[in-house]
């Protein structure tokens, strides 16, 4: 029997070097791999170049590395919610590979299952294929890199000839990965959110490491309930329950005293709302 499990995510992230590529998981905050990135963090491992949808905040999820000058460099498509990101990147301190969030999914995906490119529409047009988005800011207001013009070449799709933009696949020296449920061979199962670039950043990482909720036997998962299978998972700890963070949410106030109800004065109701 395969037997990926892990005593404790320090042991599982111990060898990543300093320097090394990493494909993160999580969705704004849903589905980060906590555990795992505060294992990386105290240990010290730095001169990170990272892929993952975003950044977290400030005191969550990559954020987190990124606060302690961890990250060398970028890969995501969103990168609001976290003031030091944009301090680092436009102090020149951090380089940046914005990416559309479709084809961010594609490379991924792409390169856990080996094909090295694809072409597709998005970013036609734009300087994503032109080229000249800045990646690295000089410190002083100006640009220190550029993102270079990719390939463009015309297809037929049903008869009508159109642009597309080659993008190459990605593929890092380790993946950082949360999943709901897994068993002793790496058999995975994520829930919700979590599973949109969970999967994705586990087939690219040519060497995955998982935290899971709970850690079953093989056999406990139905193979038609598997989400992604063992052959791309390296390494899986159970962390339990880590806890779920939620970037701005928004609570509607129930008025103090009963009465009428305020106008915007355009006829319709005023929504009391804060944020917190």
Same mark, same amino acid.
């Given at each position: 029997m395969i037997?990926?499990?892990? #005593? =404790?995510a320090a042991d599982a992230v111990a060898d990543i070097p300093d320097g090394a590529s990493l494909a993160v998981g999580g969705f704004g905050l849903s589905g980060n791999p906590i555990a795992l990135i505060? #294992? $990386?963090? #105290?240990q010290g491992t730095r001169d990170l170049s *990272? *892929?993952?949808?975003?950044c977290g905040v400030d005191d969550w999820g990559l954020g987190i590395l990124l606060g302690a000058g961890r990250i060398r460099k970028?890969? =995501?498509?969103y990168v609001g919610e976290n003031k030091e990101f944009e !301090?680092?990147? $436009?102090?020149g301190e951090l380089e940046l590979e914005l990416t559309p969030q479709g084809t961010l999914a594609e490379k991924l995906r792409a390169g856990g299952a080996g094909i090295a490119a694809f072409y597709t529409q998005t970013g036609v047009g734009t300087q994503v294929a032109e080229g000249g988005l800045p990646r690295r800011y000089d410190g002083t207001g100006g640009i220190a890199v550029v993102s270079p013009a990719k390939d463009v070449r015309r297809f037929d799709v049903r008869g009508e000839p159109r642009e597309f933009v080659l993008e190459e696949a990605i593929t890092t020296d380790f993946a950082l990965v949360h999943a709901w449920k897994g068993d002793r061979h790496g058999n995975l199962v994520f829930r919700k959110a979590a599973r949109s670039f969970n999967p994705l950043a586990a087939m690219a990482g040519r060497t995955c490491i998982v935290q899971v909720e709970? !850690? *079953?036997e093989p056999g406990e998962i139905d193979p038609d309930a598997v989400h992604l299978p063992g052959v791309f998972v390296h390494r899986i700890v159970e962390v339990g329950d880590v806890g779920k963070r939620i970037e701005k949410r928004t609570i509607r106030e129930s008025a103090a005293e009963p009465g009428p109800v305020p106008s915007t004065g355009s006829g319709t109701t005023a929504a009391i709302v804060k944020e917190i």
């Open positions: 037997d990926k499990t892990w #005593a =404790s505060e #294992a $990386l963090l #105290a *990272v *892929v993952s949808n975003n970028m890969t =995501s498509s !301090r680092q990147f $436009l102090t709970h !850690r *079953v």
